[in-house]
């Protein structure tokens, strides 16, 4: 059973730092694209970063040059460093697979305040 556990979210002051970790189990991250995800309250989820398998990344152009995602292999963790906080950012962040999804984990707050 494939889970995902995000964590590291809190309340920071805007422009302030996070970085989120989500260590999966029982799939690998190292072999699929994934994905960060955020969904703010009345919204819909969206994708704010993703890296592929070949370590390519990409970013929403709301978070570019702010937000970086990388991934750790052996620990399988997949990260999101987070720089520069707006309170615009203020979301649940998850984390998932891209091309297959899994179920999604409980995710993570974070509250950036002005």
């Known amino acids: 059973q494939v889970q995902l556990l995000e964590s590291g979210g809190g309340v920071v002051q805007a422009g302030g730092s996070l970085r989120l970790p989500c260590a999966a189990s029982?799939?690998?991250?190292?072999?699929?694209?994934m994905g960060w995800y955020r969904q703010a309250p009345g919204k819909q989820r969206e994708l704010v970063a993703s890296?592929?398998?070949?370590?390519?990344?990409n970013y929403a152009w709301s978070v570019k040059g702010r937000f970086t995602i990388s991934r750790d292999n052996a620990k399988n963790t997949v990260y999101l460093q987070m720089n520069s906080l707006k309170p615009e950012d203020t979301a649940v962040y998850y984390c998932?697979?891209?091309?297959?999804?899994?179920?999604w984990g409980q995710g993570t707050q974070v509250t950036v305040s002005s």
């Open positions: 998932n697979f891209m091309s297959v999804r899994s179920s």
């Open positions: 029982g799939r690998r991250v190292s072999i699929d694209a």
């Open positions: 890296i592929t398998s070949g370590s390519a990344t």
